[in-house]
C-alpha cells in the first residue's frame, strides 16, 4: 500500500526557508517519481516540482523556480523540498504525491503540511 507523510511546514518570516520532508512507505521509492503540490484557500491546486525516478531528473514550476529545491534519498525512502526566499504568496498546504512518471496521474499522495509565510 502506497503511504506517504509530509512534515516540516510551519510558520516563517518572508524570506526565510523551511525543509519539507516526505516519508514514504509500501513501496519501493527507486522505481517512482515524487512531486510536491500545494493547495491554498481559494485557490487551484498547483504542481510545485517533481523528481523522477533513476536516474533522477527534476521540474519546477515557473513560481518556485531559482528558490525551491527538491532531492530524494532512495536508502531512507526520504524526499526534500528546500523552500528559499519564501514569499506570501507560497502560504499553502503542501503534497507529497508518488507517480509512475512525473507526467502520470499520482498513485497516492500524503495528508499535507501546512506551510505560512507572515511576518
Do not use: H
Not at 514514504?24 to 525516478?53: H, M, N
Request: positive net charge.
Amino acid at each position: 500500500q502506497v503511504q506517504l507523510e509530509e512534515s516540516g511546514g510551519g510558520l516563517v518570516q518572508p524570506g526565510g526557508s523551511l525543509r519539507l520532508s516526505c516519508t514514504v512507505s509500501g513501496f519501493t521509492l527507486d522505481y517512482y517519481a515524487i512531486g510536491w503540490f500545494r493547495q491554498a484557500p481559494g485557490k487551484e491546486r498547483e504542481g510545485v516540482s517533481c523528481i523522477s525516478g533513476s536516474p533522477a531528473s527534476t521540474t519546477y514550476a515557473d513560481s518556485v523556480k531559482g528558490r525551491f529545491t527538491i532531492s530524494r534519498d532512495n536508502a531512507k525512502k526520504m524526499v526534500y523540498l528546500r523552500m528559499n526566499s519564501l514569499k506570501p504568496e507560497d502560504t499553502a498546504v503542501y503534497y507529497c504525491a508518488a507517480y509512475v512518471s512525473c507526467t502520470s496521474q499520482p498513485v497516492g499522495w500524503g495528508q499535507g503540511t501546512q506551510v505560512t509565510v507572515s511576518s
